[in-house]
């Protein structure tokens, strides 16, 4: 029995093409800058998201932490929504590494309004944080794979633009939103003095991130990059596999959207979940179980050969990536019908 896997789009397994464009790839030491791949694929992710310079990262907890660090001080306070990835799922990275604080606001699935910003905004005192830099997500991973829409941006950037606050995207699963909207990387990005985003999930690299910005930006995240044990040497092997998911694997986003609407339409008709087909925008699906524990649902499926990820106590989430086929959802669907049978 295949087991399907709906866990996350972190699971994929790079392609026999993939892992050929990794085995002939040009190396040399990157701490030196002199790996060709590496240096090929920054490049190509600065020009794709219209910034002066990229850097690649192990991760994307290292991409977003790398932001916060160049962007602010010790000290600092850092505008954010509370369920994004930086406060909830980078381990208090933030206050670790760098020193700063969040300040943190409830969106709706994800998404913030420029004018809670601007009332977070802390006055000029010495009693409070100098409120330094604004983080969003696109797609926010907590709001369902939801798309934070342009024109908000564009509203929130004005307040930072007028306040002298600096702007960074989590833009782990960015591609996701541009093949969804239509809308290029670049029209996103330069609302942003920095951007992340992610090689290994969607796009279906094995391991990888990048972080651009402006060229006097990206040297000093370098500086900091070194110093949170990010330099790798022969990395082009991994960087050839990040090239080879921006040249492949970008426009296929589209077939993971089409499945998650699939698995979402399929599901709100099952007993003892609650799903909003109408809610799916990309790659994602969010179930609420009202029957059972959420974790109790995710183990019995485990059996019938279907990982799901259990986020909350009632709660599961679903994600569609390149390893899962469209008969794979009706699989999928097939096997919690006849085990809601049986469950009876």
């Not at 790079?14 to 464009?21: K, L």
């Not at 995207?169 to 670049?186: E, S």
């Amino acid at each position: 029995m295949k087991v399907i896997d709906l866990r996350s789009d972190t699971v994929t397994r790079p392609t026999p093409a993939m892992r050929q464009a990794m085995a002939e790839a040009e190396v040399g030491d990157d701490v030196f800058g002199e790996d060709p791949t590496v240096n090929a694929l920054q490049a190509r992710s600065a020009a794709l998201l219209g910034k002066e310079a990229a850097l690649f990262v192990p991760s994307g907890t290292m991409a977003n932490q790398l932001a916060i660090r160049t962007h602010t001080e010790p000290g600092d306070e850092v505008i954010i929504e509370g369920s994004s990835h930086p406060f909830n799922y980078e381990g208090g990275a933030t206050a670790a590494l760098s020193g700063v604080q969040f300040f943190t606001l409830p969106g709706r699935r994800g998404i913030l309004e420029a004018s809670q910003i601007e009332a977070a905004i802390r006055p000029p005192d010495h009693h409070y944080p100098r409120t330094r830099l604004v983080c969003l997500e696109n797609t926010h991973n907590r709001g369902g794979g939801s798309i934070f829409p342009l024109e908000k941006i564009l509203e929130i950037a004005g307040v930072a633009r007028d306040r002298g606050l600096a702007l960074h995207l989590d833009g782990a699963r960015l591609f996701n939103a541009c093949v969804a909207t239509g809308i290029k990387p670049a029209e996103y990005a330069r609302h942003f003095d920095s951007v992340s985003f992610c090689l290994s999930k969607g796009l279906g690299a094995p391991v990888g991130s990048l972080l651009a910005g402006s060229a006097a930006f990206i040297d000093r995240a370098h500086r900091f990059r070194k110093m949170f044990g990010g330099g790798m040497r022969q990395a082009g092997i991994l960087a050839a596999a990040g090239l080879y998911a921006l040249d492949h694997h970008i426009e296929r986003l589209e077939e993971d959207h089409r499945h998650a609407r699939l698995l979402a339409q399929g599901l709100a008709g099952f007993p003892g979940v609650e799903v909003k087909p109408e809610e799916v925008e990309t790659n994602m699906v969010f179930v609420r179980v009202t029957d059972r524990p959420a974790a109790e649902l995710a183990r019995a499926l485990r059996e019938q050969g279907v990982l799901l990820l259990a986020t909350a106590r009632d709660t599961i989430r679903c994600v569609t990536h390149l390893d899962v086929s469209e008969a794979d959802i009706h699989d999928a669907l097939a096997r919690i019908t006849e085990w809601l049978h049986h469950a009876g």
